[in-house]
Every structure is written in structure tokens, then in C-alpha cells.
């Protein structure tokens, strides 16, 4: 529990090195659905991805947020990724 606490601060803090204009999409999903972004992407998932590398993860997790609202549009990309969220129009 102390490591995600650790990865999570340490994570928070090279996010916030990264320029606003660049993490948009991320800002716009810690705003419009705290919850998608804290279950979905954990600190330790992203800084292992990168070798723990934080400012490789932040930059991936910025990353991240803008593909996810490039592919399903601004009201979708925040909502979970389950066939009856974000998916629901490819469940059909």
C-alpha cells in the first residue's frame, strides 16, 4: 500500500512538470471522472511500463489520455472502458 501511495506521488510530480497545454486530455479526465482515471490507470502500471522511469510514465499517461479522447471522442473517452461505457457503440 505504501509503494502505490509512493508510486502515485511520484507520478502526480512529473505530471505536473509536464507544460498544461500538453496534458489536456488528462487534466479534462482528472475533472470529469476522478474515478475512471483512478481505476484505470494505476501509477505503478504506467512506471513499470517505463522501467520506473516517472518522467517517461507521466508522459505516457499524458499520452495515453490523448489517444483514448482521439479514438472515442470527447464524451466517451471518459467513461470506464466496459462494453456498457466507453464500448457500448461496438457491442452492437
Keep these: 500500500d505504501d509503494q502505490v501511495e509512493t508510486a502515485a ?6 505530471v505536473a512538470e509536464i507544460p498544461e497545454s500538453e496534458k ?3 487534466l479534462q479526465a482528472c475533472e470529469r471522472c476522478p474515478q475512471v482515471v ?6 505503478l502500471m ?3 511500463c517505463e522501467n520506473h522511469d516517472e518522467k517517461a510514465a507521466a ?3 499524458v499520452e495515453y489520455w490523448k489517444a483514448r ?3 472515442f471522442g470527447d464524451d466517451a473517452a471518459f ?10 457503440e461496438d457491442a452492437h
Design 9 to 14: 506521488d511520484r507520478l502526480r510530480a512529473a
Design 38 to 43: 483512478d481505476d484505470e490507470c494505476s501509477p
Design 59 to 61: 508522459k505516457r499517461l
Design 69 to 71: 479522447l482521439r479514438i
Design 46 to 48: 504506467f512506471l513499470r
Design 79 to 88: 467513461l470506464p472502458m466496459t462494453m456498457s461505457g466507453a464500448m457500448k
Design 24 to 26: 489536456q486530455a488528462y
